[in-house]
T-cell receptor, first 112, second 111 residues
Framework: GQNIDQPTEMTATEGAIVQINCTYQ??????LFWYQQHAGEAPTFLSY????GLEEKGRFSSFLSRSKGYSYLLLKELQMKDSASYLC?????????????FGTGTRLLVSP | DVKVTQSSRYLVKRTGEKVFLECVQD?????MFWYRQDPGLGLRLIYF???????EKGDIPEGYSVSREKKERFSLILESASTNQTSMYLC??????????FGPGTRLTVL
């Protein structure tokens, strides 16, 4: 089976840095995605890690450790518009097909 | 830009009705997916398709069926809607093993 854990809610202040953690247990691991979802909107792609290490993309970075089953999303210089849910999704290969398994999401509230 | 559209943003149906949710993507993606999203449960995969006329069950296929007659269109069918199918339904598409692009979602209420 698979199990993905991420905190339910986090709060931070504008201009600060926040780290959202995601731990997973799964078979057939084929990479990890992070998505952002504003309330009432569709999820949008942020990052993809398939190898260990840090991937940086502007204010957002994502880290993966496959041996530890651990990832984090790092958001720097927080802005009010970063208030959203952040979804961790593990990509699994199963019977030749790729499937995404999502965590329940972390709701981030950025305050002035 | 990839565009994934869904036929309705909001839908209200009665128990026992047959419900069709349609999804269209314009980027020639071979993969298409249907999810439902519920508070505290996250996104759960209902069905997916890797080619025309091809379908695979996801994690929660019970009570649903799908149809993919054309590459750009993937339909989700609730044969006999029940109240526990009240949810937000999200369609997505992708190319190969790349990121999935999501539609705006259909919030379905079954009374």
């Amino acid at each position: 089976g698979q199990n993905i854990d991420q905190p339910t809610e986090m709060t931070a202040t504008e201009g600060a840095i926040v780290q959202i953690n995601c731990t997973y247990q799964t078979s057939g691991f084929n990479g990890l995605f992070w998505y952002q979802q504003h309330a009432g909107e569709a999820p949008t792609f942020l990052s993809y890690n398939v190898l260990d290490g840090l991937e940086e993309k502007g204010r957002f970075s994502s880290f993966l450790s496959r041996s530890k089953g651990y990832s984090y999303l790092l958001l720097k210089e927080l802005q009010m518009k970063d208030s959203a849910s952040y979804l961790c999704a593990v990509s699994r290969m199963n019977t030749g097909f790729q499937k995404l398994v999502f965590g329940t999401g972390t709701r981030l509230l950025v305050s002035p | 830009d990839v565009k994934v559209t869904q036929s309705s943003r909001y839908l209200v149906k009665r128990t026992g009705e047959k419900v069709f949710l349609e999804c269209v993507q314009d980027m020639d993606h071979e993969n298409m997916f249907w999810y439902r999203q519920d508070p505290g449960l996250g996104l759960r995969l209902i069905y997916f398709s890797y080619d025309v006329k091809m379908k695979e069950k996801g994690d929660i296929p019970e009570g649903y069926s799908v149809s993919r007659e054309k590459k750009e269109r993937f339909s989700l069918i609730l044969e006999s809607a029940s109240t526990n199918q009240t949810s937000m339904y999200l369609c997505a598409s992708s190319f190969a093993y790349n990121e999935q692009f999501f539609g705006p979602g259909t919030r379905l209420t079954v009374l």
